[in-house]
């Protein structure tokens, strides 16, 4: 017969993989802003505290750096928020930005077009993953689906989400809702607001036409190799290696289908090694 205390035992199993799994997932985000050269050309870093989701109607959520068309990123995404762990308290206001940093190696100091921009925005939902609402916010720009120009390359569009503090105050120039489409400096925009830390983000790349000249190289990211995925690996086959280009959406998906294989592969460890234990 189990004993109680393996019942209470596998009744805490989840929480600790939930708790793995969003490890990886922070760790395998940081991995590609940095292989796809958001971090440090658009933003100087990027540590954040949550995992942001992000879904389109008839595409559902997201990898990172999935390519996708103009027509399917149309319509406004659903996001969502999951804080990287327990301790992590997501409370207040936030700031929602879409903003396309080009190509990989545009010149950020240019400038960015703005295609989403909305303050006072909040986190709905009574447990993780929490709904990020944006109908009470005040929206500085409506949301505007990409259209890059025919032939310019796959642009990594990036939705980031901000705490607002209470020091938040609208810069001139945006502090009046509806002013559209545009570009600006997202990262004056940021300091010159006074917009709290960086709570998480992700991006999605889309492409008209083939691109006219020889877009920059971006760097695999490989999951298995990161210290989320090592630290639940227990031996060689229960290991899984997967790759993802910034602008590939077959391997993102990939990426994704390693990851789950890793934890599923850990998790019967650990659940067939604690059952051991407790049993004798």
């Known amino acids: 017969m189990i004993s109680a205390q393996t019942v209470l035992a596998l ?37 954040p505290s949550a995992l942001l989701t992000v879904s389109y109607d ?3 959520n997201l990898s990172p750096g999935q390519s996708l068309t103009k027509t399917q990123v149309g319509p406004t995404p659903n996001l969502q928020v999951t804080p990287a762990n327990s301790t992590v308290q997501l409370n207040g206001t936030f700031t929602v930005v879409m903003a396309d940093a080009g190509p990989v190696g545009t010149d950020e100091s240019q400038g960015q077009t703005r295609h989403w921009l909305v303050n006072d925005v909040t986190l709905t939902g009574g447990s993780a993953p929490f ?30 989400l901000y705490s607002q503090p209470s020091s938040f105050e609208a810069p001139d120039g945006f502090d009046q809702p509806d002013i559209g489409v545009s570009v600006f400096n997202l990262t004056d925009y940021v300091q010159n607001s006074h917009l709290g830390s960086l709570v998480a983000g992700t991006y999605l790349t889309v492409e008209e036409g083939t691109a006219t000249f020889t877009p920059s190289s971006t ?26 280009s910034a602008p590939s959406a077959t391997n993102a998906g990939k990426q994704s289908s390693g990851s789950e294989t890793l934890l599923a592969s850990s998790a019967k460890t650990f659940i067939a090694g604690l059952l051991g234990f407790l049993l004798l």
Do not use: C, K, M, W
Not at 140 to 145: D, F, K, P, S
Not at 223 to 228: G, I, K, M, N, R
């Open 11 to 47: 009744a805490f199993i989840p929480l600790v993989f939930g708790q793995t799994n969003n490890t990886l997932g922070i760790e395998a985000i940081e991995a590609h802003f940095s292989n796809s050269g958001i971090v440090p050309t658009l933003l100087s870093s990027f540590d």
């Open 58 to 60: 008839g595409v559902g």
């Open 131 to 160: 709904n990020v609402s944006t109908d009470d916010g005040t929206a500085i720009t409506e949301y505007a689906g990409p259209a890059p120009a025919q032939g310019s390359g796959a642009h990594r569009y990036v939705i980031l």
């Open 219 to 244: 760097a695999p990211v490989i999951t298995s190799t990161l210290p989320a995925a090592q630290s639940t690996s227990t031996s060689p086959s229960s290991s899984s290696t997967s790759s993802s």
